[in-house]
């Protein structure tokens, strides 16, 4: 508290011009999101905060030369899991691109590990050059007939974490059911989190039980794969995450619907949702989402916006996303706001650069986190699917996490499914306590050919998935 007020008179005499800042940007061409403006002039950091724009001197100077400082960009909702990496590393791949600030949901963490899980996020994104927010995983496990590793996380195992200043409330309730039907244990949740936010989650969702999932108290919706589905639910009041990550890909069609339509882009923000590393070295990170926006004609002073202050705000995110006095100094330059060219970051009034990765924190990680996969031994037998004259298919939809249920024909052998040029066999693998259960089905749109692939990493429960076009890969 004493360092906050000492900070605080320093920071209104630099304001008010009685002594130098510490870092003063000169000639910059400065986007104001507030007033949706460009303006040019000199931006004032000290202790780590913005204190002026206008006319400053500095302990140092940067001389931009016109080039343009905007805010730090948001994700709105992610989760770190999905890239595989460690929170530091995911660090280092996305605050250069711009990107200063993530709210992320831990739920596959939790669901695999619980509340060992989630205090191993909280320790291991403290003290490194990114904000991190969490939101308390809603729906651990995902649905009642899912195996997941950790068990139920419920209202009162959430209790204790409301106090952590980077939760911010209730992840996106994906068992929207359970809301629809007022299941006991999703309203405690609710209940609990009612003075906080409350993320969405409700492919297709539409009509009356829409309303109903609205009226839950749930604020945002990052699953709208059309423009009708995203008007609706802005109509319902969400905040409309648009999404572009690595396997759903959104933006295209709502930012078309957005323009054509001509509405307010207040209630909209982006998200990655699920995006992997090499998805974010080839194209970036938030700063990917502005740039095709732009491309697809949204003005960029409203592209960045939706990047910055539309998702301080909607997560009352007071002191971020904004380049305005008393704001965290978390800035981009950007040499052309036409291609987003992300030329440098700092992050809280510093540089990131290769230094600011010299220093790792050192996380101690509980030894219950390591080891988490416990098989039984597998047999082709354990592999086998019977087939009759139908049979029920899943379909994978290009660049959506969506699935089509078909009734189709199989190939097969002695009244067994073989894979074949159009489908291939999918395996889900009990990782956890070692039941042995295995489930199997039929996949079209995969287009696997002689071989396997497999991963741990599997929404929502993370028990083992394995497609192939042959068992003895498979295995």
Known sequence: MRKYKEDLKNNIAVANGFEKA??????????????????????????????GIGSYEGVEEIDLAGKYLVPGFIDAHMHIESTMVTPFELARAIVPTGTTTIIADPHELVNVAGTIGLDYLLNATEHIPLNVFVM??????????????AGPFLAADMQPYLDHPRILGLGEVMCFPAVLSADPVILDKLTLCRHTLADGH??????????????AGINSEHESTTWPEALE???????????????????????SGLLEKA???????????????????????IRWNIKQAIDLGLCPIKAIKMATINTAQAYGLKKLGALAPGYRADLVVVTDLGTMNVEQVYQNGRLVNDRSWEHKPHHVIDPRLLNSVHLQALTSEKLQLPIGEKDHVIE????????????????????????????????????????????VAAIKGFGIRNGAIATTVAHDSHNIIVVGDNDEDIL
């Open 22 to 51: 510490e870092l003063v940007f000169k000639n910059a061409r400065i986007l104001n999101v507030f007033s949706e403006e460009i303006c040019h002039g000199d931006l004032a950091v000290n202790n780590g905060t913005i204190v």
């Open 136 to 149: 308390l995983p809603s729906s651990v496990p995902a649905t009642p007939f899912e195996t997941n590793g």
């Open 202 to 215: 409700a492919p297709g969702l539409a009509g009356k039980p829409l309303q109903a999932y609205a009226c």
């Open 233 to 255: 639910k802005l109509r319902a009041g969400f905040y409309i995450l648009v999404r572009e990550g690595s396997a759903a890909k959104n933006l295209h069609a709502i930012i």
């Open 263 to 285: 509405l307010p882009i207040d209630r909209f923000l982006f998200c990655t949702d699920d995006k992997h590393l090499e998805d974010i070295h080839l194209d970036g990170h």
């Open 396 to 439: 994978i939809v290009k660049d959506q996490i969506e699935t089509h249920h078909l009734l189709e024909s199989l190939p097969g052998k002695d009244g067994f499914f073989i894979p074949d040029d159009s489908y291939d066999k999918l395996c889900v693998i009990e990782r956890h306590r070692q039941t042995g259960n295995v489930g």
